[in-house]
């Protein structure tokens, strides 16, 4: 540069110009309960580029704080807390929020059967106080909620219409009725307060940030494909799922956040590409690069036999539809679990 002021003030002065950076009071915030977890954190990646401050809670009890190491704390306030306790104001020391989403939650299967009353209070007690937090701000609700509401569905495509299938009292009622209750107290927040709701309901979300031991099928098959071991397949392995890359699924939450006009509405956020657990196998073994090679295993207790998300809904008040295919969204998972392993 010449070394003038006025030419060393330009770029300052484009950049608050964009509305970037100026600070916290002209920025957005937000609060994400199960910020340091897999979805949560990609969540707070999107918020954070779209300049908000977020104020991420999360207990750790599946989450990792490694999964927000980039990120500075002028951007990010890190707090460790467990939702199923309601937060004094000197922990959140904040004064505005415009937005609570609520993600707190073991999510795979292994962790919310060790995790059975933490996965169900934090689900209650913890959308309570989540729903709390968020009327005290008059922000914008979104809840994490799952196709798992629908339990061992009836109907396919499942829509937001559909009540589900569930076993009440089952290996997986825990984080099935815990969600289910999740969406009633919500709802109820709604109706009797006005609370601004949105409630999204997620779809095997996979990507990088899972954690290789969770348990659940993506990160099982991508690791055991590199380790060079047999992909265990849980049943005959005909029951489908619909896999939903994590990008895609962050897109629609942000979506569900930032437009208007949409309170009380529920939503499948999924891809609905459907398949079989064994045509998966061959999906991850065809991106390894290695041939399939499946060892069976007992199906798990309640193991649905099939879901696929109906999503013309969040197609048609979103704008929103999935971008990444199955093989794109799969690489992308193997290079972070490669990394992860050291390989
Ligand atoms: N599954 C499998 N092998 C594994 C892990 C899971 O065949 O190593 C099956 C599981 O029985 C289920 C499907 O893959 O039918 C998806 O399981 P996951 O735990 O990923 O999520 P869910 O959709 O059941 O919550």
Redesign the pocket.
């Known amino acids: 540069g010449s070394g003038t002021g006025a030419s060393d003030a330009k770029p300052m002065t484009s950049w608050s110009t964009l509305g970037k950076r100026k600070g916290r009071e002209s920025m957005k915030t937000a609060i994400i309960t199960g910020a340091a977890g897999f979805m949560g954190s990609h969540l707070v990646d999107k918020l954070v580029e779209n300049d908000y401050f977020v104020v991420a809670i999360d207990n750790l009890a599946t989450g990792t704080w490694d999964n927000l190491k980039h990120h500075r704390d002028e951007h990010v306030k890190r707090l460790t807390w467990d939702i199923t306790e309601y937060p004094p104001d000197d922990v959140l020391s904040i004064d505005q929020a415009d937005v609570v989403v609520h993600l707190a939650s073991a999510a795979?299967?292994i962790h919310y059967r060790r995790l059975a009353l933490e996965t169900l209070r934090v689900n209650s007690i913890g959308t309570e106080n989540a729903l709390k937090l968020a009327r005290k701000f008059q922000a914008r609700f979104i809840l994490g909620s799952t196709s798992?509401v629908y339990g061992d569905p009836q109907v396919s495509p499942q829509s937001e219409t559909y009540w589900g299938h569930v076993n009440p009292n089952g290996e997986r009622a825990c984080y099935d009725e815990g969600k289910r209750y999740g969406e009633a107290i919500a709802m109820e927040y709604h109706r009797q307060f006005g609370l601004d709701l949105r409630i999204l309901r997620f779809f095997?979300c996979y990507g990088p940030r899972m954690q290789s031991e969770d348990?659940?099928?993506?990160p099982?098959?991508v690791r055991q494909a590199l380790e060079g071991k047999p992909l265990?397949?849980?049943?005959d392995?005909q029951?489908t799922?619909s896999f939903c890359y994590v990008s895609d699924e962050v897109e629609g939450i942000y979506q569900a956040i930032i437009r208007d006009g949409l309170s009380g509405e529920v939503f499948n956020i999924g891809n609905p590409e459907e398949r079989t657990?064994l045509n998966f196998a061959q999906a991850v073994a065809k991106v390894a690069g290695v041939p399939l090679y499946t060892e069976f295993?007992p199906?798990?207790a309640d193991?649905?036999t099939n879901?696929c998300p109906n999503i013309d809904k969040a197609k048609k008040y979103l704008g929103w539809s999935p971008k990444v295919s199955l093989e794109e969204g799969l690489e992308k998972t193997f290079a972070y679990f490669k990394e992860q392993l050291g390989q």
Not at 215 to 218: F, H, Q
Not at 232 to 235: D, I, K, M, N
């Open positions: 795979s299967p798992e095997n348990g659940r099928v993506v099982n098959f265990t397949v849980y049943g392995g029951q799922r657990i295993r199906l798990p193991d649905p879901r």
